[in-house]
Nanobody, 123 residues
Framework: QVQLVESGGGLVQAGGSLRLSCAVS????????MGWFRQAPGKERDFVAAINWDYGSTNTANSVKGRFTISRDNAKNTLYLQMNSLKSEDTAVYYC????????????????WGQGTQVTVSS
């Protein structure tokens, strides 16, 4: 059974940093893409970043490019999202997700999801 478990969320002041982690288990993820999405109250679930588990190639949303960095540690089966220069508009529940195949930015293309971790940025 595939499990994705996020951690690292919290309350931070604008301009601060957080690092989210997503522990993945239940299968080998070779051939998979891992992604981060976020959802603010009353809004859709938006793409943040994704990474090819095997090759490390990435895709990052323009809204966070230059501030957020996605990475993975294959040996630890862990996905990360380093978030710097946080803004109030980054406040949301952040989810990690997995899909087999190429990087995709639409959440409908992802098959496995974590439970989410809350990130709140105070201005």
């Amino acid at each position: 059974q595939v499990q994705l478990v996020e951690s690292g969320g919290g309350l931070v002041q604008a301009g601060g940093s957080l690092r989210l982690s997503c522990a993945v288990s239940g299968r080998t993820f070779s051939g998979y893409v891992m992604g981060w999405f976020r959802q603010a109250p009353g809004k859709e679930r938006d793409f943040v970043a994704a990474i090819n588990w095997d090759y490390g190639s990435t895709n990052t949303a323009n809204s966070v490019k230059g501030r957020f960095t996605i990475s993975r540690d294959n040996a630890k089966n862990t996905l990360y999202l380093q978030m710097n220069s946080l803004k109030s508009e980054d406040t949301a529940v952040y989810y990690c997700a997995a899909r087999q195949g190429a990087i995709a930015t639409n959440n409908y293309h992802y098959d496995y999801w974590g439970q989410g971790t809350q990130v709140t940025v105070s201005s």
